[in-house]
């Protein structure tokens, strides 16, 4: 499982409530993604971390905001969440200069 | 054009036999592709990659590779119905902003 962990592995919340989802790795990987899976759309990339405090958008970052002060953790935050960000949510690392391994992932239910 | 693109399925085979998926791709800069198999409720998993035009053989795995054409496929010899699945085909795009793009995958189902 390349030492990837979320949390939390599922959660419901209300329309409008932030959210922050976390990615814990142990491997000191230097690159970090957050992804979303929904059905029709396959896995659309959010957000990217390569490096400490170095993050950059993906292809739907909108109504989303990351961060990463530790090399280990990466997260991810809904500042108001909305029905359309009802999703399965992955983190993947990079594992040396081509392999990218997947999270357990986060089913995430906005009301 | 979508970027990647997978026949949804679903693709049955009997058990037993070769199951072929193919996986077609717009961007001639990508250089290197990916096979995920993704059970239902969980997560990608990483079964095959490539980078060089040819075939590339792990057990009863064999992804073929045709830049020209723009056409990766993944073969599944003696299938099993554990090979049931979401197979995902994913691209990394080198020299431009180096992400990997997924197709939608395909599901496969194997008829025992």
């Known amino acids: 499982d390349a030492g990837i962990t979320q949390s939390p592995r599922h959660k419901v919340t209300e329309t409008g409530t932030p959210v922050t989802l976390r990615c814990h790795q142990t491997e000191n990987h230097r690159y970090m993604y957050w992804y979303r899976q929904d059905p029709g759309h396959g896995l659309r990339l959010i957000h990217y971390s390569y490096g400490v405090k170095d993050t950059d958008k993906g292809e739907v970052s909108d109504g989303y905001s990351v961060s990463r002060s530790k090399t280990e953790d990466f997260l991810l935050t809904l500042e108001s969440a909305t029905s359309s960000q009802t999703s399965v949510y992955f983190c993947?690392?990079?594992?040396?200069?081509?392999?990218?391994?997947f999270g357990p992932g986060t089913r995430l239910t906005v009301l | 054009q979508k970027e990647v693109e997978q026949n949804s399925g679903p693709l049955s085979v009997p058990e037993g036999a070769i199951a072929s998926l193919n996986c077609t791709y717009s961007d001639r800069g990508s250089q290197s592709f990916f096979w995920y198999r993704q059970y239902s409720g969980k997560s990608p998993e990483l079964i095959m990659f490539?980078?060089?035009?040819g075939d590339k053989e792990d057990g009863r795995f064999t992804a073929q590779l045709n830049k020209a054409s723009q056409y990766v496929s993944l073969l599944i010899r003696d299938s099993q119905p554990s090979d049931s699945a979401t197979y995902l085909c994913?691209?990394?795009?080198?020299?431009?902003?180096?992400?990997?793009?997924f197709g939608k995958g395909t599901r496969l189902h194997i008829l025992p």
């Open positions: 994913a691209v990394r795009r080198v020299n431009r902003d180096d992400k990997i793009i």
């Open positions: 490539i980078y060089s035009n």
């Open positions: 993947a690392i990079r594992s040396g200069s081509i392999e990218q391994f």
